[in-house]
Structure formats: C-alpha cells, structure tokens
C-alpha cells in the first residue's frame, strides 16, 4: 500500500449550497437528521419524528426564498446541515444580519472537518448575499459547537439563564 492509496482510502469531505433534493439526497439528510436527534442535537427535536413530517420539513426549507440550505457529505452521502435565515422585509434595523441554524453533522461522520468547512461556507454565502452579521444561539451543553464558533471567530454576546 503506498501513500497515494492510503490517500484515496481517505473519505472526501465536501460543502455545497442545496436548492432542490434529489430522493437519495432527501433520504439521507432525514438519516442524518434521526442521528443528530438521537445524538442529542436535534435542533429542538427531542424524538424522532416520523419520516413523512421529516420530509415536508426539508423540502420546506428549500422552497423557502428566506432560507439557504448547505449541507456536508461524506463521499457523497449527506450527513450533515446548516441553513441560513434572512431577516423579514419589513425588519429594516437588522437588514444586515442573518441567523445561523440547524447545524449538526451525524455522529457518523464527525471528526472530518465538516461543521468548519460548513461554518465557512456559511460565512462566504452570507457575505456574498450582502449580510455583514451572522447571529446564532448555542446550549451551553454543546461544548463542541462552542468550541467551534468561538475558534472560528465568534462572540459570545449574551446568555439566557
Ligand atoms: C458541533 C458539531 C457540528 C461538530 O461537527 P464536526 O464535523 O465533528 O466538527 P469538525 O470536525 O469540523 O471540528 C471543528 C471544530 O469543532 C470543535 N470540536 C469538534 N468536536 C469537538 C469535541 N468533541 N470537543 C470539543 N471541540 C470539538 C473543535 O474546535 C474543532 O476544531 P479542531 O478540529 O481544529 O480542533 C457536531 O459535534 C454536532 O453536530 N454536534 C451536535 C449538534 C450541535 O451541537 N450543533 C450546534 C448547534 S448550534
């Protein structure tokens, strides 16, 4: 075994923009997203809910002119997710500031880089749409995500006790 096929053993993060599902795409986001739930990261899902509701709410979300999907694979399967929301016209005062949600990537595929290469993007389609703020809340349970916004640049701005 040489160095280069070790390499291609290697599995290939990769970040991308989504804006229309394909039915494996669909299919391994709703996996993706029972693992995060189960994992604990659910992004307000407590359990798993059933795969039709699942569904409706990604397909939801890419219908949506407010929001961006981005989603992390792992040799091509999805396996991971951000989204950005853009602020409602009529908020003027925070015009230039989108939020950052639903961002996990399974348990499966953690470890490879994917949620700050997902952060990344993140930040280059927002700048790209004109935003210069991006807000987001974190548990404070979340000790990786915090770990990754605050190695990524963010403050810690406030906290709800
Ligand atoms: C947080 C989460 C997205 C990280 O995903 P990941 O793809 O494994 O992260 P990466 O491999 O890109 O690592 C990025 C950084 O996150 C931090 N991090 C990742 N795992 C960590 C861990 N177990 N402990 C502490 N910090 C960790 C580190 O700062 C790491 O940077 P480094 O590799 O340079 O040290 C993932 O653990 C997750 O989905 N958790 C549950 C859901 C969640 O908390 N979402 C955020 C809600 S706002």
């Known amino acids: 075994m040489t160095e280069s096929n070790l390499q291609s053993l290697k599995p290939l993060p990769k970040v991308e923009r989504l804006i229309a599902f394909t039915s494996n795409d669909l299919n391994d986001l ?3 997203t029972d693992a995060a739930i189960v994992g604990g990261g ?3 899902w407590t359990h798993i809910p059933s795969r ?3 569904e409706r709410f990604w397909q939801g979300v890419v219908a949506m002119p407010s929001r961006i999907l981005l989603v992390a ?14 602020p409602t016209v009529n ?23 994917l949620a700050r ?10 700048r790209k749409e004109g935003f210069s703020v991006i807000n987001l809340d974190v548990r404070e349970t979340m000790i990786a ?17």
Do not use: M
């Open 42 to 44: 659910g992004f307000g």
């Open 145 to 161: 995500a915090i770990e990754l916004y605050e190695t990524s640049g963010f403050q810690r701005f406030g906290e709800l006790r």
């Open 30 to 32: 709703c996996d993706a």
């Open 73 to 86: 694979r792992l040799d091509g399967v999805i396996c991971g997710t951000c989204q950005l929301i853009k």
């Open 52 to 54: 039709d509701i699942l």
């Open 117 to 126: 290469q997902l952060l990344r993007e993140a930040e280059n389609v927002a």
């Open 91 to 113: 908020n003027e005062a925070q015009a230039h500031a989108v939020q950052l949600t639903t961002n996990f990537v399974a348990p499966w595929a953690r470890g490879h880089g």
